[in-house]
Structure formats: C-alpha cells, structure tokens
C-alpha cells in the first residue's frame, strides 16, 4: 500500500516472499481488521516512509523476521492485536520509527518481543510483553519511548534491557518473574522509571553497569530471588522514594566502582545485608531507612568507600547496625543507628 485508505477486514494473509502486508507513504491510511497475518518468509507487516494506518484485533504470529517493523518516520495505531511466536522479533522500531501500540499481547518471540532503536519514540500502553527467549523490551542505539502501565513478565532474559544511551520511559509497569533480572540498564543506558512494580526476577531487580545511569522514583523491587539492586562495573544511577524489601539475598549491592546516589528509599527485611559496599565500590545514600535486615544494616568492606548522610540503621538486624571492615572506608554523617546487639555463639 503506497496511498489511500484501503480497508482490510477478516481476511488470511501469508507471503513466501516479502513482508505480508507493507505500508509506505505520507498518504497511506489503511484501516486493518480482524486478520490473521501469519508464517510469512519476512516480516509481518512493514509501514515505512511516514506510513500511517490503523491495525486492530489482528493476529499476527510465526514470521521469519519481526512480526512487526515500524521505521522511516512511520506512525500507525495497533490496537488489541495478538503478536505472538515470531522466529525472530515482536515488534522492531528503529530510524526515527513512532507508532501508538495499545492493549496488545507480545508474547513467545526468539528475539526481543519490544525493540526500539534509532531515535525511535513509540507510545506503548496496557500491553503484555511476556515469555520471550530474548528481553522482553530492548532499546538500543539511543531509542527512546513512553512505555505506560505494561506487565513485562517471565522473559529469559531481562525483562527491559538498555543500552548504547538509550533513554526510554516506563511509567506504572509491573516487570517480574524474568529468568534473569528484572531490569538492566549498561553501556551508557539511561532510562526513566516511575511507579514500576519489579519483583519475583531470578537475578538481581535491577542490574546497572557499564556507566549505566537510569533514573528510578517511586518504585517497589521486592520479593526477588537474589540481590535487589546491583550496581557495579562504574554503573551509576539515581534511585528517589524506593522501596527495596524482602529480597532473598543483599538489598542494595555496590562494587567494583559502582557510583549510585539513593534518597529517600526503604530498605528492609532482606534476607542478608541491607546494603553493602565492596570492591572499591563508592556511592551516596541520604536520608534512607533501612531496617530488618537478616544480617547488617550496612556492611562496608575491601576498599568500598560511600558517603552515608541522615539515614536510620533500626529494627532488630541480627548482625551489627554499621559493620566497616576489611579495609573498609567511608564517611558517615547525622545517622541514627538503634539496633539490638550482635549476639556471639556460646
């Protein structure tokens, strides 16, 4: 389709060529409905060149490339659509690529099931992006993106991975149950995430290296099945008003000339250390409660060096409040530190 409003309803689409269906065109409106678009030699549907359309209640399922490619400028509207089981991709937006994708399952693809890269900017909201052998949402190449009240879930990989200065936003997303970390951020990734939901993920919650920086406010990463935060390999980032609970093994880990600053977070009832600093790992911690924890409420050893300011170390942690050893450093300013005695062995 290179112009004009063709509308398409209720039909069956397969190619062993070319895309099965491509838009392309400033002029380009089609209007797809209610069709199963499937086992195509390349991908699914192509719009390209501005292309523009709307695309509803389609199945779109099992194609040797992505089930979706959206670049060149193009903005089509994909409502409700099933894409599911691709032998590479989901949907791959790259080249400047936007696209309003709403109320969509993406499940079971090879590759990434959401892909954005090139400058790209899509408006993702209410979709499932769930049970892919790859990330669930991968951005790449300084891709970008408004991802809003999506359920990212049980991924081999991570459920959202960026890289290469991409700096897309989540806002209101559950991403849990991955079979590796929830997020990762690394090699000079960015990311904005507000209100996010992150629990239930096989590694850490999140996972930021490489001169990662991502911006997380408001967020819960709980009930995880290893480290809550890791921050590592010179990876940076700003975390506001977390809450970090209940994670199996340490709350908050920072090593080898990991640099985060976090404020105002929670950091209780872990299963080991609420936050410790190792490795020549550095970083700033204000104004944090951090409580419960099995073990120490901070635990600073071989080489690591934070700066602590106005935090409370509280509520019973079996171990030592603040435990600095091992050649251990740091500074500690205007914190309250009420803990019950470390009890020895008889």
């Known amino acids: 389709m290179s112009q004009g409003r063709l509308v398409l309803e209720d039909c069956d689409i397969t190619s062993e060529t070319g895309a099965c269906i491509a838009i392309e065109g400033r002029e380009t409106h089609p209007i797809i409905r209610r069709c199963a678009i499937h086992d195509g030699n390349d991908c699914g549907i192509y719009i390209g060149d501005h292309g523009q359309g709307l695309i509803e209640n389609c199945r779109i399922d099992n194609h040797t490339r992505a089930c979706?490619?959206?670049?060149k400028q193009a903005d089509p509207l994909i409502r409700r659509c099933e894409i599911v089981d691709g032998k590479e991709g989901g949907i791959y937006i790259f080249e400047q690529g936007r696209g309003t994708i709403e109320g969509c399952?993406?499940?079971?693809?090879?590759?990434?099931?959401?892909?954005?890269?090139s400058g790209s900017h899509p408006t993702v909201r209410q979709c499932q992006i769930h049970s892919g052998k790859a990330a669930g949402v991968y951005a790449w190449r300084g891709g970008l993106g408004h991802i809003e009240d999506c359920a990212i879930f049980d991924n081999a990989m991570a459920g959202v991975l960026i890289v290469e200065e991409s700096n897309p936003t989540l806002l209101q997303c559950q991403i849990r149950n991955g079979q590796q970390s929830g997020i990762s951020v690394l090699d000079h990734g960015i990311g904005l995430f507000?209100?996010?939901?992150?629990?239930?993920?096989?590694?850490?919650g999140i996972n930021?290296?490489?001169?990662g920086n991502p911006i997380l406010r408001q967020c819960r990463i709980y009930d995880g099945n290893n480290v809550g935060i890791h921050v590592y390999e010179h990876g940076a980032g700003m975390l506001e008003d977390c809450d970090i609970v209940g994670n199996a093994s340490t709350g908050v880990r920072i090593r080898q000339g990991g640099n985060p600053t976090l404020r105002r977070c929670q950091i209780h009832n872990g299963k080991q250390d609420g936050i410790v600093v190792t490795e020549e790992g550095a970083g700033f911690i204000e104004d944090c409660d951090i409580a419960g924890n099995l073990l120490s409420g901070i635990d600073i050893n071989r080489a690591g060096n934070p700066t602590i300011r106005q935090c409370r170390i509280h509520d019973h942690n079996e171990h030592h409040g603040l435990f600095v050893h091992t050649q251990g450093e740091g500074l500690i300013e205007e914190c309250t530190i009420m803990v019950t005695p470390w009890q020895t062995s008889p």
């Open 194 to 204: 507000e209100g996010c939901l992150i629990f239930g993920n096989a590694t850490a």
């Open 68 to 71: 979706i490619v959206i670049c």
């Open 208 to 211: 930021i290296s490489q001169g």
């Open 105 to 117: 399952t993406i499940s079971g693809h090879t590759q990434a099931g959401l892909a954005i890269g």
